[in-house]
């Protein structure tokens, strides 16, 4: 079952390495079936509002063209007249963030307001060239682009995407392995036009607060994982890269939210994936996740310290506002040093190549939980959760923190276990199964947000009692540690705060919600 459902990787690379690249794939004896010249010219509005929705738009044509040609193409797309001389307007996804449709997209082009602002925002002339990867029995596609791009100063890209079914994944992946050894390869979310457009400086096309996985009923437990670790390995490369080159600090929440996500998938689908390798990868991940930590824990007590002051502007702020910038900065360093590192590269490449071909998935080690289908693995999986979480939760009240932080983990997991199945929920089509996701959801949120409030708050009075205490980063001086002392005092007089009616509430909401993942079963 799960050959039918292919798979794609895009790597970026130094244009100067091309060369190497291609006698990489000779030597795997690698076919070449084709080569196309394309010239495009991406249009949005000043304020990206195309791009905004995760698609790229404008016009191409294959072959080259004269600069006359090319005014002439936009002359007549900008008089809404149809091309000539093999000119068509195209739209593609930008990274595998676009949403499943475009009618938001389509409704925005009909507009007569973003015709009238439409303008070139870069040109592009790219080199696709098209090989055929022999590996155990079939083979894999792989797609290298080289692309020349105007509008963003005289700039040079490269972009390998290989194409391949789950069957092939392990002597793919060995190609892979062996080619980044000669030639430097680094995943990517981005497609061509999202790089240009970060480098063109246009920042308000959006980082994706996740990735929808695009599940369907047809598929079996394990291939539904597959698809939500991808998914969630997508949302990582897209944020990492906005971090990597522009210090970009939604970048690093993202970046978290990414990995919760992936290792949320893995608790929800043990033991189907365990094995010795998996518990070796989740060591390395871990040494991934610490960095990101440190960078966004600075980033909050940044943001609390603001509005500490504005609850009581006689704090003094500024010598630790001082002291946290500069820790700040030097985790935002150490950070991108992690991710532009070598071995994260490779850990990436190992995560995945575990994801699609690990020990779990040979059939040695095969079970029935993997052939299951996805919906019946739902129904059983979330009637188990479900009930394990209502047990945690009816212990709230008397709880001590250290168990609340707990459960404020256990509901962001099953949360994020539930947006999981949105493709489920949307494709399923059946009146108010929608809306009972969405309650359940909703429910755990405030759950969830009443929780993280007080962690946050005993996280932040940790934080500046022991301002001189961290030996790890830079020191205190006795200013700031005053300065510390005073303001954990104000956090923990202004956090005070007994369990409140409205998680009561979310908690009575959550258990009344009909079990929409029976739905899912049935259908």
Request: hydrophobic share 45%; aromatic share 8%.
């Amino acid at each position: 079952m799960a050959n039918r459902f292919e798979r794609s990787l895009a790597f970026s690379l130094e244009p100067g390495d091309c060369e190497k690249l291609i006698a990489q794939l000779g030597i795997a004896g690698a076919r070449w079936t084709a080569e196309t010249k394309v010239l495009s010219l991406y249009l949005d509005t000043p304020e990206s509002a195309i791009g905004k929705f995760g698609f790229a738009y404008g016009i191409r044509r294959r072959g080259d063209a004269t600069l006359n040609d090319t005014q002439q193409a936009l002359d007549r797309f900008m008089r809404g007249l149809p091309g000539e001389k093999g000119w068509t307007t195209f739209r593609h996804a930008m990274s595998a963030a676009a949403p499943p449709d475009a009618r938001k997209l389509q409704s925005l082009l009909r507009a007569a307001s973003t015709k009238q602002q439409l303008e070139v925002a870069f040109q592009s002339e790219t080199k696709r060239s098209f090989w055929s990867l022999p590996v155990a029995g079939g083979h894999a596609g792989v797609v290298l682009e080289q692309g020349a791009l105007a509008g963003v100063g005289s700039k040079r890209l490269a972009r390998l995407t290989v194409t391949y079914a789950a069957a092939f994944a392990a002597p793919l992946f060995a190609f892979l392995a062996a080619a980044a050894k000669v030639v430097p390869l680094w995943m990517t979310g981005e497609s061509l036009a999202l790089e240009a457009y970060r480098q063109l400086g246009r920042l308000d096309v959006p980082l994706p607060g996740a990735i929808t996985p695009r599940l369907t009923f047809d598929m079996s437990a394990a291939t539904a994982f597959q698809t939500i670790a991808h998914a969630t390995i997508d949302h990582f490369l897209l944020a990492q890269a906005r971090v990597r080159f522009l210090g970009d600090k939604e970048g690093v929440h993202q970046g978290r939210v990414a990995l919760r996500r992936f290792s949320a998938a893995w608790r929800l689908f043990l033991p189907l994936v365990a094995g010795e390798d998996a518990d070796v990868l989740k060591e390395d991940l871990q040494r991934l996740k610490s960095p990101l930590r440190a960078a966004r824990d600075l980033d909050v007590l940044l943001s609390n310290l603001t509005k500490y002051s504005a609850e009581n502007p006689s704090l003094p702020v500024l010598p630790v506002r001082k002291l946290l910038e500069a820790r700040r900065e030097k985790a935002y360093a150490a950070l991108v040093a992690a991710l532009k590192a070598p071995d994260t590269e490779a850990l990436l490449l190992r995560l995945l190549a575990w994801v699609d071909a690990g020990e779990w998935t040979r059939e040695a080690v095969r079970t029935k939980d993997r052939d299951e289908l996805i919906g019946a693995f739902v129904q059983r999986k979330f009637s188990k959760l479900i009930q394990k979480f209502a047990r945690r939760s009816d212990e709230l009240e008397e709880a001590s923190s250290k168990e609340r932080h707990r459960t404020r983990i256990h509901a962001k997991n099953l949360r994020y276990d539930v947006e999981f199945l949105d493709n489920l929920v949307r494709i399923a089509g059946r009146k108010g199964l929608r809306k009972n996701q969405r309650a359940f959801v909703g429910a755990l949120k405030r759950i969830q947000s009443f929780l993280g409030d007080e962690n946050d708050v005993l996280m932040a009075h940790s934080y500046f009692v022991g301002l001189g205490r961290d030996e790890d980063t830079l020191a205190a001086d006795e200013a700031a540690q005053a300065a510390g002392a005073a303001i954990a005092a104000h956090v923990r007089a202004s956090g005070k705060r007994k369990f409140h009616k409205i998680v009561a509430k979310a908690r009575r909401d959550l258990f009344e919600v009909k079990p929409f993942w029976f739905d899912l079963a049935r259908h």
